[in-house]
């Protein structure tokens, strides 16, 4: 059941992470007639599990003394769409032609507007046919168009006749056809033209789902407005060929396979008249642009950390997270906790289809968060969900509310444990630092983007949380020149380090996915659709592009399963590494924890000396992994019988924890298990993952 009303409270924060001297803008939405009041919290944990660490937060007003702002409620609009940037009046004598080439690739209920102009509609109706909407009156056609195929469609209007045409092209079974009917009254052309959408007293509706191609508007034989979208392909604005140039708006789909496309080229850099298309789609929604309600300054002297904007208004609340960094080039620690900022974003908003309403009395009994973006899709889904036209979601902001990046959210509601990703899970290390009193700093995958390996240079040592899935070029780069210049990493999770994902040249916010061959996937790229718009490059798998994750930590993602987790077993026998389970008692290696009751599970990765993994790799530790529950991830899977390993599936189903040194000093210590982070909190944070994690921060924090 979904709920498509505005929610009482809620916000966003303009950017996820700042250092001292930069502003966050917080923008909210309030439908109370009283004011709404922020309030600023340290964050420790936020585990909302009864049985757990709790979700615990410190006052941090002296950085930010509570205040109370009007409530404003605020709208949002999703759909995207083209927009020329200036109006047009044209007073032709005898004849305005309006055409394009369209794919449709969702039936609708509503009017879907190909090429709009002031009182001008060239339009899918309800009923799926080419249709002309002008002056009160609608022309169209008799059969309706098929879903995924193209055809030129055309509107010719003058003071005699009106023809409303369609021809499908490529190799089609139907005919071309056309309607005609009295002509105009009038012939005056005046308006902003619109494309995948239309005007209705200034705000756009009827939007379009599908590609839409070469639209153009001419009268007396002039073009006056023309666009070819193979045309600055990884921008927002389309520059004309005549007429205005165009805004496209809420970020429809680029670099996508155009009526000529014949599989000849994959890479729309080599032959853009192939991609000549846009993908629009009526739920298009990343940047909500609201207004700034109030800003916060980060002061210099506010430590680096996890921190959350609470707001509150009417016994409703809303918590809004971000991350203070440390000024560049000035470690205040020795550890480096790096967030997965552009994983949190790329999984914003992912309404899984194993929610229950159900879950709610879970909710209310924890005092968990309340929203769950499958009950309120229209806030916008992440990258693991589709568009209303079943088109995979490729771009993500966190530029609007995301419900799951939030203190208290689970994603697992009927598990025995606490069912926790993510944001929420990576806390479980934070809360574990703070119990052991070790000091940190929080850099993010947006630093580490722009800055390189600046942005960890001075560390002992950097840790990751528990799933950092999604990296740039520039974010793997930092880290491996980080790992080669005598830095030692720390990888605390599984499946990292695994899809490529791009920046919006324009808008850095905006991240790019495209899930093109191999992979655990929510969603399979169109074929001749690999390359991401943004920058270029062959999106998909890292390990496709020839940087696997055993390159870079030893381990890569091998096997997924079900929301539980085994212990880890020790296997090196060196007593050069007894070191590392000093103190850690017992044959299991958690056979507890708060993430699927176990330290090694979900997902998890293993050594392949043919994809990275160093010879003098040593393999502290290796999961119990049960026999059934997991499968191998499709890019290890060959037939039903064999496997790259060239062993038995079994036998590549499990989680190994390595401890690597590379040379010019530097070290990666993986764990292989989404997990293990979990395990950390348990018994009050006194347990054997804890002490073995333990020993090695003490390790790379004070050996050098």
């Given at each position: 059941?979904?709920?498509?009303?505005?929610?009482p409270?809620?916000?966003?924060?303009?950017?996820?992470?700042?250092?001292?001297?930069?502003?966050?803008?917080?923008?909210?939405?309030?439908?109370?007639?009283?004011?709404?009041?922020?309030?600023?919290?340290?964050?420790?944990?936020?585990?909302?599990?009864?049985?757990?660490?709790?979700?615990?937060?410190?006052?941090?007003?002296?950085?930010?003394?509570?205040?109370?702002?009007?409530?404003?409620?605020?709208?949002?609009?999703?759909?995207?769409?083209?927009?020329?940037?200036?109006?047009?009046?044209?007073?032709?004598?005898?004849?305005?032609?309006?055409?394009?080439?369209?794919?449709?690739?969702?039936?609708?209920?509503?009017?879907?507007?190909?090429?709009?102009?002031?009182?001008?509609?060239?339009?899918?109706?309800?009923?799926?046919?080419?249709?002309?909407?002008?002056?009160?009156?609608?022309?169209?056609?008799?059969?309706?168009?098929?879903?995924?195929?193209?055809?030129?469609?055309?509107?010719?209007?003058t003071?005699?006749?009106?023809?409303?045409?369609?021809?499908?092209?490529?190799?089609?079974?139907s005919?071309?056809?056309?309607?005609?009917?009295?002509?105009?009254?009038?012939?005056?052309?005046?308006?902003?033209?619109?494309?995948?959408?239309?005007?209705?007293?200034a705000?756009?509706?009827?939007?379009?789902?599908?590609?839409?191609?070469?639209?153009?508007?001419?009268?007396?034989?002039?073009?006056?407005?023309?666009?070819?979208?193979?045309?600055?392909?990884?921008s927002?604005?389309?520059?004309?060929?005549?007429?205005?140039?165009?805004?496209?708006?809420?970020?429809?789909?680029?670099?996508?396979?155009?009526?000529?496309?014949?599989?000849?080229?994959?890479?729309?850099?080599?032959?853009?008249?192939h991609?000549?298309?846009?993908?629009?789609?009526?739920?298009?929604?990343?940047?909500?642009?609201?207004?700034?309600?109030?800003?916060?300054?980060?002061?210099?002297?506010?430590?680096?950390?996890?921190?959350?904007?609470?707001?509150?208004?009417?016994?409703?609340?809303?918590?809004i997270?971000?991350?203070?960094?440390p000024?560049?080039?000035?470690?205040?620690?020795?550890?480096?906790?790096?967030?997965?900022?552009?994983?949190?974003?790329?999984?914003?908003?992912?309404?899984r289809?194993?929610?229950?309403?159900?879950?709610?009395d879970k909710?209310r009994?924890?005092?968990s968060?309340p929203?769950?973006?499958?009950?309120?899709?229209?806030?916008?889904?992440?990258?693991?969900?589709?568009?209303?036209?079943?088109?995979?979601?490729?771009?993500?902001?966190?530029?609007?509310?995301?419900?799951?990046?939030?203190?208290?959210?689970?994603?697992?509601?009927?598990?025995?444990?606490?069912?926790?990703?993510?944001?929420?899970?990576?806390?479980?290390?934070?809360?574990?630092?703070?119990?052991?009193?070790?000091?940190?700093?929080?850099?993010?995958?947006?630093?580490?983007?722009?800055?390189?390996?600046?942005?960890?240079?001075?560390?002992?040592?950097?840790?990751?949380?528990?799933?950092?899935?999604?990296?740039?070029?520039?974010?793997l780069?930092?880290?491996?020149?980080?790992?080669?210049?005598?830095?030692?990493?720390?990888?605390?999770?599984?499946?990292?380090?695994?899809?490529?994902?791009?920046?919006?040249?324009?808008?850095?916010?905006?991240?790019?996915?495209?899930?093109?061959?191999?992979?655990?996937?929510?969603?399979?790229?169109?074929?001749?659709?690999?390359?991401?718009?943004?920058?270029?490059?062959?999106?998909?798998?890292?390990?496709?592009?020839?940087?696997?994750?055993?390159?870079?930590?030893?381990?890569?993602?091998?096997?997924?399963?079900?929301?539980?987790?085994?212990?880890?077993?020790?296997?090196?026998?060196?007593?050069?590494?007894?070191?590392?389970?000093?103190?850690?008692?017992?044959?299991?290696?958690?056979?507890f924890?708060?993430?699927?009751n176990?330290?090694?599970?979900?997902?998890?990765?293993?050594?392949?000396?043919?994809?990275?993994?160093?010879?003098?790799?040593?393999?502290?530790?290796?999961s119990?992994?049960?026999?059934?529950?997991?499968?191998?991830?499709?890019?290890?899977?060959?037939?039903?019988?064999?496997?790259?390993?060239?062993?038995?599936t079994?036998?590549?189903?499990?989680?190994?924890?390595?401890?690597?040194?590379?040379?010019?000093?530097?070290?990666?210590?993986?764990?292989g298990?989404?997990?293990?982070?979990?395990?950390?909190?348990?018994?009050?944070?006194?347990?054997?993952?804890?002490?073995?994690?333990?020993?090695?921060?003490?390790?790379?924090?004070?050996?050098?």
């Open positions: 059941m979904t709920d498509a009303k505005d929610l409270l809620l916000g966003y924060v303009d950017r996820l992470s700042a250092r001292p001297g930069d502003q966050l803008n917080f923008k909210v939405s309030s439908i109370s007639s009283e004011p709404f009041r922020a309030r600023l919290t340290r964050s420790i944990s936020a585990d909302p599990n009864p049985e757990g660490p709790g979700v615990v937060e410190e006052d941090a007003s002296q950085y930010f003394m509570p205040a109370q702002f009007t409530s404003v409620h605020r709208p949002f609009a999703a759909g995207s769409y083209g927009i020329a940037q200036a109006s047009i009046d044209a007073q032709p004598t005898s004849e305005i032609v309006m055409s394009a080439r369209i794919y449709p690739t969702l039936r609708s209920a509503q009017v879907q507007t190909i090429l709009s102009i002031g009182r001008i509609d060239l339009r899918l109706d309800a009923q799926g046919t080419v249709a002309l909407a002008i002056d009160g009156r609608v022309i169209r056609l008799d059969e309706a168009v098929s879903l995924r195929r193209w055809y030129a469609v055309e509107a010719r209007i003071l005699d006749s009106i023809v409303v045409s369609q021809s499908p092209l490529g190799h089609q079974v005919a071309a056809s056309d309607v005609t009917d009295e002509g105009a009254g009038d012939l005056t052309v005046r308006g902003r033209p619109t494309i995948g959408a239309h005007l209705i007293d705000t756009p509706a009827q939007h379009f789902n599908g590609k839409i191609e070469a639209p153009k508007l001419t009268t007396d034989g002039t073009v006056v407005c023309q666009w070819n979208f193979s045309h600055n392909i990884s927002n604005t389309v520059p004309a060929q005549a007429g205005p140039d165009l805004d496209l708006i809420n970020y429809p789909a680029r670099g996508v396979t155009g009526s000529a496309w014949d599989g000849s080229e994959m890479n729309w850099t080599h032959k853009p008249d991609y000549t298309a846009i993908h629009f789609h009526q739920d298009d929604i990343y940047d909500f642009g609201w207004d700034t309600d109030f800003s916060f300054t980060v002061p210099a002297d506010i430590p680096s950390g996890v921190y959350i904007m609470r707001i509150s208004c009417d016994g409703h609340e809303d918590a997270p971000f991350f203070v960094c000024p560049l080039g000035k470690p205040t620690a020795t550890l480096c906790v790096l967030v997965s900022t552009f994983t949190y974003a790329i999984y914003g908003n992912h309404a289809p194993d929610y229950k309403p159900s879950w709610q909710i009994d924890w005092g968060y929203y769950n973006p499958a009950a309120h899709p229209h806030y916008g889904l992440s990258t693991y969900n589709y568009h209303a036209d079943g088109s995979g979601i490729c771009h993500a902001s966190h530029k609007r509310p995301l419900f799951n990046l939030r203190p208290g959210y689970f994603t697992f509601g009927d598990t025995d444990c606490s069912g926790l990703r993510h944001f929420p899970a990576d806390m479980h290390l934070i809360a574990w630092l703070h119990a052991k009193n070790i000091d940190y700093d929080i850099v993010t995958d947006r630093e580490l983007h722009d800055d390189g390996v600046a942005a960890i240079s001075g560390y002992a040592a950097v840790t990751t949380g528990s799933h950092p899935e999604y990296h740039t070029r520039e974010t780069d930092a880290l491996r020149n980080y790992r080669d210049s005598g830095g030692n990493l720390l990888y605390l999770g599984g499946n990292g380090f695994y899809w490529r994902v791009a920046v919006h040249p324009e808008q850095g916010d905006m991240l790019e996915i495209r899930r093109a061959e191999d992979g655990i996937r929510a969603w399979a790229a169109e074929p001749g659709e690999y390359f991401n718009a943004f920058d270029g490059t062959y999106g998909g798998l890292w390990r496709r592009n020839g940087r696997a994750p055993q390159d870079l930590v030893g381990i890569g993602f091998t096997a997924q399963g079900e929301f539980f987790s085994d212990p880890y077993r020790r296997r090196v026998s060196d007593p050069a590494y007894d070191w590392v389970f000093e103190g850690v008692e017992g044959p299991l290696i958690g056979d924890g708060y993430s699927g176990g330290a090694a599970g979900f997902e998890l990765d293993h050594m392949d000396y043919r994809l990275g993994t160093p010879e003098n790799a040593v393999l502290l530790a290796q119990v992994t049960r026999e059934n529950g997991f499968m191998l991830v499709p890019e290890e899977q060959l037939t039903h019988l064999t496997n790259l390993t060239g062993g038995s079994k036998d590549a189903m499990h989680a190994d924890m390595v401890l690597i040194d590379y040379p010019g000093g530097g070290s990666v210590f993986a764990t298990s989404i997990t293990f982070c979990g395990s950390l909190p348990w018994n009050n944070f006194q347990n054997n993952v804890s002490q073995l994690l333990q020993n090695i921060m003490t390790h790379v924090l004070h050996t050098k």
